[in-house]
């Protein structure tokens, strides 16, 4: 089975570009979620969607960054016009139900740099 | 509010035991997971708590004290490659939050 895939793995843009990131999560996984971690500081929670609906889009820090998940498999996280802040490791997950003790499973994250 | 609190470093000898404790406070609790995070890789999941006492699996073990807001998680044996950050994730509503993590040095 394959995991939970992220593309790019890396991205350096300039400051004021787009940038779009992908997630493809494991098939037959409604829930899908973006975190964010800046270096040194926490995972933070960026959105969650079940299956093409944002159940939680709270944790979105503004209107920059756009998240889609047509059709319900996998998902976009366009960040437009990218900030200096914006650098960080952004995180993909997904898990099949909602029973509370249904795990996590990540991809192995974008690295973005804004210059 | 929503709160986790961590060690930031830890280090550990081979074939030692190392305790990583973890405090919460969040909207709402489901359960309480712990994940182990290799530089450059994903989280991978180690242990899920929701009810209070010690689950254990293998080398790796994990207590919860809901009253407490209070987990830890045990490694016995130590080896080199558990090296790696460890991420402590009460569940919310409807998500995990996670704390900055606490990166574990193994050394022989």
């Known amino acids: 089975e394959a995991g939970v895939t992220q593309f790019p793995s890396h991205s350096v843009i300039e400051k004021g570009q787009t940038v779009t990131l992908r997630c493809d999560p494991i098939s037959g996984h409604d829930n899908l979620y973006w975190y964010r971690r800046v270096m040194g500081k926490e995972i933070k929670f960026l959105l969650h969607?079940?299956?093409?609906?944002?159940?939680?889009e709270s944790g979105m820090p503004n209107n920059r960054f756009l998240a889609e998940r047509t059709g319900g498999t996998y998902s976009t996280l366009k960040v437009q016009p990218a900030e200096l802040e914006d650098s960080g490791v952004y995180f993909c997950a997904s898990r099949r139900g909602e029973g509370a003790n249904e795990k996590l499973f990540f991809g192995s994250g974008t690295q973005l740099s804004v210059l | 509010g929503q709160n986790i609190d961590q060690p930031t470093e830890m280090t550990a000898t081979e074939g030692a035991i190392v305790q990583i404790n973890c405090t919460y406070q969040t909207s709402g609790f489901n359960g309480l997971f712990w994940y182990q995070q290799h530089a450059g890789e994903a989280p991978t999941f180690l242990s899920y708590n929701v009810l209070d006492g010690l689950e254990e699996k293998g080398r790796f073990s994990s207590f919860l004290s809901r009253s407490k807001g209070y987990s830890y998680l045990l490694l016995k044996e130590l080896q080199m490659k558990d090296s790696a950050s460890y991420l402590c994730?009460?569940?919310?509503?409807?998500?995990?939050?996670f704390g900055a993590g606490t990166r574990l040095a193994v050394h022989p």
């Open positions: 994730a009460p569940r919310g509503y409807n998500k995990l939050i």
């Open positions: 969607f079940v299956k093409e609906s944002k159940q939680d």
